[in-house]
């Protein structure tokens, strides 16, 4: 039961500095656009680090199914090219995929056999 409350608290946090800070701005084509020229620069400038901070946010995206993924994946394609941002985006939806399961299955498994029990049943 700990295990849950944890897992609520930490989506809530999540969830609620989505909407109190207009996080989902940052997640429109609009914005994408307009700050593509400075994405660019940056990338140029410091190329791991544009490349970790994107896959960790997409991890992060991934991992507690926000909107946004198939925004970013765009955005990968047009940043960072279509090679490496299909790369880029495998790994990191394959990573934020898995850690979305591990927290299915370990931290918040009673609340998903309590929810699902009906469908559950054998």
Known sequence: MKKVVILL????????????FDLHQYFSFYYIQSQQAAWQQALQENPFTVAFIFFAVYVLVTALSLPGAAVMTLAAGALFGV???TILVSFASTIG?????????YIARDWVQARFAQQLHT
Do not use: Q
Request: aromatic share 16%.
């Open 9 to 20: 608290v930490l989506i809530t946090v999540v969830t609620g500095a989505w909407f109190v």
């Open 83 to 85: 090679v490496y941002g």
């Open 97 to 105: 995929a898995t850690l979305a399961f591990i927290i299915a299955r």
